[in-house]
């Protein structure tokens, strides 16, 4: 029995003694297949501070950080959930983009301000990116000298006539595509790395298509279409916000007339639209910055147009503050009649009550530019001497100011507007004005140009773009 009792005993022990080291394997198993590692050799930065970020969407994130020790070795790790692009960053604020693939990376080199010293000693993915980041750019720029040449041999009438050259000339062009179309064709088809390039490519090569190699613009326009921004590795690439810009950039600079433009740019809004839909957070995302992109670049009938599909999809949730943005192209977008302002006898002109100007419709001039602006907005403070230059030609043109101020303190507000020559108007309620949320402002400055009727004619974001409406259609129209 004694026996017995003693074996049973011993047996638990052995049951625990595995049990405790299944765990640890599995922990370690764990740790070994979601964590991986950075590490090198920066041997002039010794002792500073090295971190890891990577990108979400339009954000980045910090990943891992570590102090380089005073032999210049450094070690950081990232996970699985990291996966995409992250860039190493030293105290000098030098920046090194890697691949976070899944692999075990390792960098020496003197510090990351001298790129030229860098190299990767480990890790596939980031040795791939770093070849193709040096050989990329130099074929881009054989291919422009080519394309340069080439006009020159079949243009010009002292070289047309040398067949050999011409033709060499077009066979160089293909062979270098083509070493680079292979370079990328061979890598492995499920590396992060074989997507990434060929998209970074995409994304850095407007500019010359745009300049010398035109005939490339459509295609580079389709594979623009065909991104899908919900897609992960797009998201987390450090390439969303530069795909966008490219984007329509390259729309905006394809050599179109205007209107064509504006038709490129809505198909292109229909195509980012058809995957955004499904996904409300970075439906959001990208919203807020094409449309702010869009009314940056004056390109206004486009950032209409994304504002009224974004508001007549009911299927999405919008950000309450987006939301109010995209309805201002709803309630005030050209054509519309803008609501009428009450002033009661809290208008000023030079600095002094204007008891008589009760309201916008007391405004006799042919047109009328309403202005939302404050004191504490530095642009607004940019364009107010602006437009006090401008005032006297406009108005003699037929055109009259009306400044919304949204201070909250009289005494500020009268300091501010006491020598200005145009009519100006606060009730110090800021956002929680009525002629605010009337107007649906969301920014300030703000403006809108209406007729003798108050319907909106143009919604201009600068005083300069003011002045050149006034110039050709008041000016020049009038000659």
């Known amino acids: 029995m004694f026996g017995f009792q003693f074996f049973r005993f011993k047996t638990k022990i052995i049951i625990k003694k595995t ?15 979601f964590a991986q590692s950075i590490s090198g050799n920066l041997s002039l930065l010794a002792n500073q501070q ?48 890697v691949i976070l693939g899944g692999e075990d990376i390792e960098i020496v080199g003197e510090a990351l301000s001298y790129i030229e010293t860098i190299k990767i000693t480990r890790g596939k993915e980031n040795q791939w990116f770093e070849q193709y980041a040096k050989e990329h750019p130099r074929r881009e720029q054989a291919l422009s000298a080519w394309v340069y040449l080439e006009k020159i041999y079949t243009l010009d009438s002292l070289f047309a006539a040398q067949k050999m050259p011409a033709n060499n000339i077009q066979l160089e062009q293909q062979r270098i595509k083509a070493e680079d179309s292979l370079f990328l064709a061979n890598l492995p088809k499920d590396s992060y790395v074989s997507w990434f390039l060929p998209t970074r490519k995409l994304v850095s090569s407007v500019s010359n298509i745009a300049q010398y190699r035109i005939e490339e613009i459509p295609s580079t326009i389709k594979a623009f279409r065909a ?28 050599g179109r007339s205007s209107s064509s433009v504006f038709i490129e740019m809505q198909i292109s809004i229909d195509a980012m639209m058809v995957n955004l839909l499904k996904n409300e957070k970075i439906l959001n995302e990208v919203t807020y910055f094409l449309f702010d992109l869009l009314e940056r670049h004056s390109l206004f009938e ?26 201002s192209y709803r309630a005030m977008k050209i054509g519309n009649m803008a609501p009428d302002i009450s002033f009661g006898n809290a208008a000023y002109l030079n600095g002094k009550k204007q008891t008589t100007f009760s309201s916008l419709t007391k405004v006799t001039t042919p047109y009328t530019l309403v202005v939302f602006g404050a004191s504490w907005c530095p642009k ?13 030609k406009w108005r003699n043109l037929g055109v009259e100011v009306v400044y919304i101020s949204l201070d909250t303190e009289q005494q500020v507000f009268e300091q501010l507007v006491k020598s200005y020559p145009f009519f100006t108007y606060c009730d110090y309620k800021k956002w929680e004005s009525q002629v605010v949320q009337d107007y649906y402002v969301f920014g300030t400055p703000t403006f809108y140009l209406l007729n003798h009727k108050r319907e909106i004619i143009l919604r201009p974001n600068s005083i300069i773009q003011v002045d050149a409406w006034v110039d050709w259609f008041l000016v020049q129209g009038n000659k």
Request: glycine fraction near 6%; hydrophobic fraction near 35%.
């Open 19 to 33: 049990s405790i080291i299944t765990v640890v394997c599995l922990a370690l198993l764990t740790s070994s297949s």
């Open 50 to 97: 090295i971190k890891l970020e990577g990108f979400d969407g339009l954000k980045t994130n910090p990943i891992s950080n570590a102090t380089i020790d005073e032999k210049g070795n450094f070690n950081l790790s990232y996970s699985k959930a990291d996966f995409g692009v992250g860039y190493l960053m030293s105290d000098d604020k030098k920046s090194l983009l």
């Open 227 to 254: 991104l899908d921004y919900t897609d992960q590795r797009l998201y987390k690439s450090g390439l969303f916000k530069d795909a966008i810009e490219s984007h329509f950039w390259l729309l905006e600079n394809s």
């Open 302 to 327: 486009a950032s209409e147009y994304l504002a009224l599909k974004v508001l007549n999809e009911t299927s999405c949730t919008i950000d309450s503050d987006l939301g109010k943005q995209l309805e």
């Open 380 to 392: 607004c403070m940019e364009e107010l001497p602006k437009l006090i230059q401008n005032y006297v």
